[in-house]
């Protein structure tokens, strides 16, 4: 029990953490409030699978899905959302049970969650986005691009791994022991206020807790759908993460990076890329300029020939 409330409170002080891009002594805002620094031009809810599901759409240009990871909410990006929207239209969602999305009676689980994030694509007319995920909106993006293909066209990838072991074991643990229990807790935390802010029935945060930590005792193992990922993928991670880096190079491998050398022209190059963010941990890498400047590019480049 103790373990899974340190988790709930790691994750809990990672939102109350400004933006690195404004740390120090300035006294810069919580970084789950940082959807004031964009204009938000369009907000509402898609009906999608018995789900009334919350999302905001930024800037202007390409689409880029990006998701939260678990107990956060659209907003916790920091610097990054920000950063995103002056060159492309983000499509921020809340998922299940999160934010301002209500929960409904199922579970959680990424699959169904993929699903959600396909259907909201279908709904607001888009033909295909690029999809970005942090945490568990990590392998949310990465199931949709697996069981959605035709609709990704470029996939990131932030602190998630493909397989459960893939997490250090204390983490597992920590957070298979998630439940209801730590509620009280955690409420003094910036994450629920942020949560309870928003949240329709925000006295069903334990429920929230109960079916996290439910999720985190399925075991899983997506080694073969990943080699069936044709999108170009960026794998991005902290040198401190919780995910070890070896399961990192290993992610990488299978989307057939790491092969062979380049060469002079970089013409061996495979469409996977890999960051490794020095001086990041699991718990800021979501919001850190180094993740922005590794991203952008990435999406700016120009999608290889069919």
Known sequence: MARAVAVGLALASSLALPSLAQ???DGAAPSWKARAM????KAGYAQVNKLKLYYEIHGAGEPLVLLHGGLGLGSMFGELLPALARTRQVIVVDLQGHGRTADIDRPL???????DIAALVKELGFAAVDIMGYSMGGGVALRTAIQHPDIIRRLVV???PFRRDGWYPEIVASMQQLSSAAAEQLKPTPMYQAYAAVAPRP???????DKIGDMARQDYDWSRDVTAIKAPTLLAYGDADAVFSSHAVAFFELLGG?????GWDGAGMSKARLAILPGQTHYNVFMSPLLAATVSPFLDSPLPAK
């Open 23 to 25: 740390s120090g002594t």
């Open 38 to 41: 964009t204009s938000v031009s």
């Open 109 to 115: 689980r990424y699959e169904l969650m993929a699903d």
């Open 158 to 160: 932030v602190s998630a």
């Open 203 to 209: 006295e069903r945060f334990g429920m929230l807790l």
């Open 258 to 262: 790491g092969k062979k050398d380049a």
